[in-house]
């Protein structure tokens, strides 16, 4: 079993910058991937926007990169998403998630963790 919990969001202006942070808790020293995502108000959930391997391996796809970044503290097992020059259309509660395979595919996610709001506005 794996239990996330996400932390870091909160109200920023645009052009500002976020780091949200998952928490990973396992009962098993199976490895798993952590995957992103987020769900805008009254919009379905979004395909991921970041990856990453328990080695490192990292995945943002072509419209994020740039602005989003990906990192893993495994001493804390910790994964954290930078969002940098975040815009409205950002808002939305973002998700942390886990996968015994290298996927983009949320179907694949097993875990989730709660979610935790990012707010952009002026």
């Known amino acids: 079993q794996v239990q996330l919990v996400e932390s870091g969001g909160g109200l920023v202006q645009p052009g500002g910058s976020l780091r949200l942070s998952c928490a990973i808790s396992?009962?098993?020293?199976?490895?798993?991937?952590i995957g992103w995502f987020r769900q805008a108000p009254g919009k379905k959930r979004e395909g991921v926007l970041a990856?990453?391997?328990?080695?490192?391996?990292?995945y943002i796809p072509n419209s994020y990169e740039g602005r989003f970044t990906i990192s893993r503290d495994n001493a804390k097992d910790t994964v954290h998403l930078q969002i940098n020059n975040l815009k409205p259309e950002d808002t939305a509660v973002y998700y942390c998630?886990?996968?015994?395979?290298?996927?983009?595919?949320?179907?694949?996610?097993?875990?989730w963790g709660q979610g935790t709001q990012v707010t952009v506005s002026s």
């Open positions: 998630a886990a996968s015994r395979w290298w996927t983009v595919d949320e179907k694949n996610y097993d875990f």
């Open positions: 990856i990453i391997g328990s080695d490192g391996t990292t």
């Open positions: 396992r009962s098993t020293k199976d490895n798993y991937a």
